[in-house]
């Protein structure tokens, strides 16, 4: 198994130039995964975004995080893919989920569970080169890619992380950061793999994480949207009573067109203490912490969508925490 590596979640809000300065930053701080957020509607181009990155980097591996089946179908997904990986290769990988963001503003619910897996199915094989019977008849892409690209399943529900289990080549993992909810989420997957007949340790095991970094700004308020999402989520475990009020109010507010953003409403309903559960937030000090306990989970990566404090910027956030995590 691979040294434990780290990754930086870029949703492209801002202009795509900032994105690439950020990409940039992240390659030379010694990262080695950039994921680009995909919700068309409320972020830029996630693929024109990836295509830029690959053009500007040279060692940082790319994938969507997350891209969908229902508004990208699987033909779009492999080739898209194919030509990624034709200019960079060995860089790639295929983030995906069900889809949340990116069909919910569409006024969209996210896909079935076997629906979802015949389409990741599905895409392998047009990546692969092989052909794919549809409804309308048999298709196949004319640039397959010359190796393979894996694919990371997104999940956070117990089904899904079973299903993941199954089918990943590794997970993105949407659980929180806390000792006992990673260890739900690893039993959930242990027995898809199970069930597969696969090894549970060939599956690489990404930790989905909001952050922010100060030593002199207030962190946790930074993340608190992020948070919201992430309860949000179908999760592997039962929330105790306190965290089902904080749920109720969160589903009160919640609005995906102010999906993640920090001064969403739905930001305003999450307490200081849930922070600590679901999010890397606080001094580079109290980052490392973080960071040394959750190496011990079996967690073979942790990818930080990084927040600004008050008076910093995204920038900030992923140079302190490189200096954490050194």
Same mark, same amino acid.
């Not at 980097?57 to 089946?69: A, D, F, I, Q, S």
């Not at 009020?245 to 507010?253: C, G, S, Y």
């Given at each position: 198994?691979?040294?434990?590596?780290?990754?930086?979640?870029?949703?492209?809000?801002?202009?795509?130039?900032?994105?690439?300065?950020?990409?940039?930053?992240?390659?030379?701080?010694?990262?080695?995964?950039?994921?680009?957020?995909?919700?068309?509607?409320?972020?830029?181009?996630?693929?024109?975004?990836?295509?830029?990155?690959?053009?500007?980097?040279?060692?940082?591996?790319?994938?969507?995080?997350?891209?969908?089946?229902?508004?990208?179908?699987?033909?779009?997904?492999?080739?898209?893919?194919?030509?990624?990986?034709?200019?960079?290769?060995?860089?790639?990988?295929?983030?995906?989920?069900?889809? *949340?963001?990116?069909?919910?503003?569409?006024?969209?619910?996210?896909?079935?569970?076997?629906?979802?897996?015949?389409?990741?199915?599905?895409?392998?094989?047009?990546?692969?080169?092989?052909?794919?019977?549809?409804?309308?008849?048999?298709? +196949?892409?004319?640039?397959?890619?010359?190796?393979?690209?894996?694919?990371?399943?997104?999940?956070?529900?117990?089904?899904?992380?079973?299903?993941?289990?199954?089918?990943?080549?590794?997970?993105?993992?949407?659980?929180?950061?806390? *000792?006992?909810?990673?260890? +739900?989420?690893?039993?959930?997957?242990?027995?898809?793999?199970?069930?597969?007949?696969?090894?549970?340790?060939?599956?690489?095991?990404?930790?989905?994480?909001?952050?922010?970094?100060?030593?002199?700004?207030?962190?946790?308020?930074?993340?608190?949207?992020?948070?919201?999402?992430?309860?949000? +989520?179908?999760?592997?475990?039962?929330?105790?009573?306190?965290?089902?009020?904080?749920?109720?109010?969160?589903?009160?507010?919640?609005?995906?067109?102010?999906?993640?953003?920090?001064?969403?409403? +739905?930001?305003?309903?999450?307490?200081?203490?849930?922070? *600590?559960?679901?999010?890397?937030?606080?001094?580079?000090?109290?980052?490392?912490?973080?960071?040394?306990?959750?190496?011990?989970?079996?967690?073979?990566?942790?990818?930080?969508?990084?927040?600004?404090?008050?008076?910093?910027?995204?920038?900030?956030?992923?140079?302190?925490?490189?200096?954490?995590?050194?």
């Amino acid at each position: 198994m691979s040294a434990f590596e780290f990754g930086v979640g870029l949703f492209p809000t801002e202009p795509l130039q900032q994105i690439i300065h950020l990409a940039k930053v992240t390659e030379e701080l010694g990262y080695s995964h950039i994921w680009v957020g995909d919700s068309h509607l409320i972020w830029r181009e996630a693929y024109v975004n990836m295509a830029a990155i690959a053009l500007n980097t040279t060692r940082v591996k790319l994938g969507t995080g997350v891209t969908n089946p229902l508004t990208r179908h699987p033909s779009v997904v492999g080739s898209a893919y194919a030509t990624l990986e034709e200019y960079a290769p060995g860089r790639m990988i295929v983030g995906i989920g069900l889809g *949340d963001s990116s069909v919910e503003t569409m006024g969209m619910k996210p896909a079935k569970l076997s629906f979802f897996e015949n389409t990741v199915q599905q895409m392998r094989d047009l990546i692969d080169g092989k052909e794919v019977q549809l409804e309308s008849g048999k298709i +196949h892409v004319l640039h397959p890619s010359k190796r393979k690209i894996p694919i990371y399943v997104a999940a956070s529900g117990p089904k899904m992380l079973e299903l993941s289990g199954r089918i990943a080549d590794g997970i993105i993992v949407l659980v929180g950061i806390a *000792d006992d909810y990673i260890a +739900h989420a690893k039993e959930r997957i242990a027995a898809g793999a199970k069930s597969a007949g696969r090894k549970p340790e060939d599956i690489r095991l990404v930790l989905w994480v909001p952050c922010a970094v100060s030593d002199n700004a207030p962190a946790k308020d930074a993340v608190k949207a992020h948070v919201a999402r992430v309860v949000a +989520h179908p999760l592997p475990y039962v929330l105790d009573p306190q965290e089902q009020k904080v749920l109720a109010d969160i589903r009160k507010t919640y609005d995906y067109y102010h999906h993640m953003s920090q001064a969403a409403n +739905h930001a305003e309903v999450i307490p200081d203490w849930l922070v *600590d559960k679901f999010a890397i937030a606080g001094t580079a000090a109290e980052c490392r912490a973080q960071i040394e306990r959750i190496k011990k989970t079996g967690i073979q990566q942790i990818a930080i969508i990084p927040y600004s404090t008050p008076g910093g910027s995204r920038e900030e956030t992923i140079r302190g925490f490189a200096k954490a995590m050194s």
